[in-house]
């Protein structure tokens, strides 16, 4: 699969890992946009949000457990942290295996930021 995430998961790209399960890899985000910016993946590939199906939902909750963890670990636990997907063109969404943001470490903008 020439997925540049399913690579990361695999270990043949290289990345800063963060969490690793049997369903989930979790790791810095190579472009920070906050002084935390992690991104949380299921090891399965499915393309965007758009692609999950009933049989995921299970998958999904481990990757938002994760997210909550990372975060906690990252020491964003109590100052808080927002958790992003972006799904297709209008969202901006650039690598096609669905992903999470976990960002943190200063008060974000509002929700409706551009950028
Ligand atoms: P998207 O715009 O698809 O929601 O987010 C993709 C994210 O993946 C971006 O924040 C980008 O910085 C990050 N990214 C792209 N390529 C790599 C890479 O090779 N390694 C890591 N760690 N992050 C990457
Ligand atoms: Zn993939």
Redesign the pocket.
Known sequence: MDC??CK?VEGS?P??KVYEDEYVYA???????APV?L?VVPKKHIASLNEAAPEDAELLGRVALAAQRVAREAGLGDSGYRV???VGKD??????HI?F?VLGGEKLGPLNAKN
């Not at 790791?27 to 946009?33: A, K, L, R």
């Not at 969202?91 to 096609?96: D, E, Y």
């Open positions: 540049l995430f990361i790209i990345s800063r790791f810095e985000d190579i472009q920070p946009q910016h991104l992003i997907n972006n969202a901006g969404q650039v690598v096609f992903h943001h």
